[in-house]
């Protein structure tokens, strides 16, 4: 355990300071260095959204750790304002730069760990460095923008991009009372997810007073008095407004890397092993400016999230001191709260799948049960999408989203996913039950039933996008009440309850296709008659299923 | 699928239900008849406290399906007040009694599927039948109980037995406005978990005015006037009271069963195969009444929870339909809401372990995360407790409490525990993160962090029950200020940020404990002093879960 090895740390957050922290917990006698080019170490980057939200009140909040603490508790010296601006791998020192000091010095290391993050996109439009605009990567980032709001009384936004951050500012701001207009240049917000599973957050954003602006995009800015700018959209409509915050993405930041000749992978970010060490055996890297495997995919990917930049950063330490750790690789488990909404979902969406070309042996089913016991009062509705593989029913992906019990579900499975499961797993889970947290048959073992039901052959599954012009008949078995008030044009309706008295008036030369309001009373209903020898299908996830369908149809 | 087969099922509620579901789903012209002795079938029985506390406030509510749905949605014939009074095997019919009419009939079965329960236990007290002493297993017990608070005015309550159904019962008169005592037997309440996990739900029914009375039991009951009784205990202590509910437990109902010859456990269920069939291969048994296998001990149990019921129902249908269906087994997974705490685990507690004789090679950590990240407001602690095996890090058992976020990470684990998963998958497990949700590492991750830190022998374990009369020395990490507050007797205070420059004040010759508030200060604590050569070893779970020790053991 004895070491004089000298390890350089480019990057203060996350990945970078857990590398650093665990480090020195395997090793006493190596000496850490740490650098990050801003004023912050270990900031809670996923709390400035919040922080401009006034949630979160004091900046100080935001702090995990400071220098104080990383020198005192582990004797690590940090570096802030400190900008690692080369690495000269043949002398195995890197070129710091002195921002506060407007000096330059090199630094000699034994191995080399970067952890530069990712920088937010700035899109290359006329005014884009107005006053008034910003990106949210960092702490004064997110305190210019709330002192922006309140010194200039701010009263509208525009959000520019409908991800993770661009979602997560926009209920912020619209919590703080702006008038919030998103310009997502896609036909839905959140394109990790499919469009017909934020349908919901569309129609939430929408009620809750936010100019959603699907389909559109900025082409400049322009200042007007009274720090309003105005901003230009490719449509031709221009928004007046109090700011703008930008929320495009955000790239690797591997300039240091590419110019030190680290070798990058084709999605952009830092190649390495699965042990964090880049074609330099030297110098490892981690967290968001690496490219990791999709466990799920096996593609090569950019997965931008906190809990593997964390955990890669523990396995450079290992690795280091000379253990035997890998990185399982990751499989995108995520969830953003959306005013009412809450997102989540693990493993790729069915749009990802088909962009890759690995849809060929998938199926899915939707369901829509209850977050906790129907008879509990409070159950609010979670729309799920499970993608499932047809060979062996191994779970590929799971998509929610809900008011409530949405993480939790979207946990479980990625669970079952990291351990391989299959949706007969789902099936026979056993979970926690007590009316006010969930069913008896939770929302998880509903998704494996309906798809273990599939994968027996029990029932023949149709899908909502591949009806139209069908020469099927479609039969809807609600009830004539519920039929009345809106149906699929041209379905029949003969109620579940009176099918096997009715069946005759149903045809047997040709296929029938059974909908209800979330799919089961149609699964009976399918069960029921092709027992009888009628050829029958179940349209997954029901008439709500349709109506997501539709709306997302509708905007592309 | 053409089988002019007949069914007959014996109790309707949970596993009865879903068996005579899924009978008809999978088969169409089987003869399929539901008896019941009670007034309902389907029933939702793990919201009848909550009816009693009007929270849930229409008794409808409470009705799953009924007799009508059965019949129309299903060809379900179910027959209420019907009560079996017996099987004749030999010539395949059981006889029924109408509970109604007040006549007794036989009914001929091809198959016979026993779904009878549990039966509250009625100890044979004096007065135990006297008005105002309640069970609660039925719509109409929770109806009479319901009736009697208003009709008499009650405004206090006796509650005997600190289960599920009394701490649930407890919430709800507490929520009522009625001054409620709890008699338990035991020196704890929910004695199916560790009783340092329960002191936290101990605290929380007493400050909200419950009087908890542990090691006390009934001796009998007497009238008062005016709806009043009074309950001597065996303290000679007597309280009058407007009603008393007893919760003492229940027992599988297995008087048919035995009478009829079937094969009973040891554990007094009825003893089935792992595709639910009785030692008669026309009889099925599921739900309540049977014994299952535990499939973490794997001793043969009763577990009566409504998730494996379903599960079971449905095998019995399978089976019985000629398919290839068999029960895992049962983990036991369970949540109950106390007041403003929630209780969960999954898998067996240590004292279970200890009973069986099974604790051998098993490890246990303790953990006090918050349930979100800390830097977001209202985060709240989780108090956890991981059991391992030590030869392969395989997860054993999690119990957690705390305000929120607890049933999720138990749900987590319960996959975790089906998929055979080690606390090395937890340390790794790629759980959803946002700062409302959770922590960029979960609770789940750092519980499988602390494990694996232990499997990999990186530190030494010590738990608080170990340690009375150690010779060796106690070190209290933590800041002067909190050692100050409150501290464990006879230890030394060495905060660990000054531990580097002051380690020259400990002994090397000697064992040295360090704690802190939870254990991870404690933890850096002895993994810096241990590389200088130190025996160390770190007290999981900190001063906190050392309260919890001495709370708990207070009671003895």
């Not at 006698?29 to 990050?36: A, N």
């Not at 499970?386 to 992906?397: E, M, P």
Request: proline letters at 4%; one cysteine or more.
């Amino acid at each position: 355990m004895t070491d004089h090895k000298r390890i350089l740390i480019v990057g203060g957050v996350a990945g970078g300071a857990s590398c650093a922290a665990r480090l020195r917990r395997l090793c006493e006698s190596v000496q850490i260095i740490m650098f990050d080019r801003g004023p912050y170490v270990s900031f809670a980057n996923c709390g400035l959204a919040y922080y401009v939200g006034d949630v979160i009140k004091k900046e100080e909040n935001l702090l995990i750790a400071t220098p104080e603490l990383f020198r005192q508790r582990f004797n690590i010296e940090v570096r802030l304002k400190s900008e690692v601006t080369a690495i000269d791998r043949d002398r195995r020192c890197i070129q710091v730069r002195d921002l506060a000091k407007a000096t330059t010095y090199t630094e000699r290391y034994d191995e080399l760990v970067l952890s530069p993050g990712a920088l937010p996109l700035r899109p290359d439009l006329a005014g884009i460095d107005l006053p008034g605009i910003f990106s949210l990567r960092t702490i004064p980032d997110s305190r210019m923008l709330r002192n922006w709001i309140q010194d200039c009384q701010a009263a509208s936004a525009v959000v520019i991009g409908g991800g993770y951050i661009g979602m997560e500012i926009t209920e912020n701001l619209v919590r703080r009372g702006l008038k919030v207009s998103v310009i997502e240049r896609e036909n839905q917000v959140m394109s990790v997810a499919d469009p017909e599973i934020v349908t919901n957050i569309h129609t939430s954003l929408i009620r809750q007073g936010v100019d959603l602006c699907l389909n559109e995009s900025v082409t400049g800015f322009e200042p007007d008095k009274n720090h309003i700018l105005k901003v230009n959209l490719a449509s031709g409509r221009q928004i007046k407004t109090g700011l703008v915050v930008l929320c495009i993405g955000v790239q690797p930041e591997t300039q240091l890397a590419r110019e030190a000749g680290l070798e990058i992978g084709e999605s952009g970010g830092i190649r390495v092993t699965s042990e964090m060490r880049t074609n330099d055996s030297k110098i490892f890297a981690v967290g968001d400016a690496i490219e990791v495997r999709d466990v799920v995919t096996g593609q090569d990917s950019l997965i931008a999230l906190a809990g593997p930049a964390n955990r890669q950063g523990r396995i450079a330490a290992d690795v280091i001191n000379g253990r035997t750790s890998t990185f399982r690789g990751a499989q995108a488990t995520s969830v953003v709260g959306i005013l009412d909404q809450v997102l989540a979902f693990t493993g790729p969406s069915e749009n990802r799948l088909k962009r890759l070309g690995l849809w060929g042996r998938m199926e899915k089913i939707y369901l829509h049960p209850g977050h906790h016991a129907a008879y509990y009062p409070g159950s609010s509705p979670i729309t799920i999408k499970l993608i499932f593989s047809k060979d062996d029913g191994r779970i590929v992906s799971f998509q929610a989203v809900g008011k409530a019990g949405v993480e939790k579900r979207v946990d479980v499975i990625a669970m079952a996913i990291q351990k391989r499961a299959t949706v007969f797993d789902l099936e026979e889970a056993e979970l926690c039950y007590a009316p006010q947290f969930g069913s008896a048959k939770d929302p998880v073992n509903v998704a494996g039933m309906i798809a273990a039901n599939v994968m027996r052959g029990d029932v023949a599954l149709a899908h909502w996008e591949d009806i139209t012009g069908t020469s099927s008949l479609i039969v809807d078995v609600r009830n004539p009440s519920e039929y009345k008030k809106d149906h699929v044009k041209g379905a029949l309706n003969l109620p579940l309850d009176q099918l096997r008295g009715r069946m005759g008036e149903l045809p047997k030369n040709r296929e029938i296709l059974f909908y209800c309001f979330v799919g089961q009373r149609s699964y009976y209903a399918a069960r029921a008659l092709g027992q009888y020898g009628f050829k029958v299908k179940n349209i997954s996830g029901g008439f709500k299923t349709y109506l997501l369908h539709k709306e997302a149809q509708s905007l592309r």
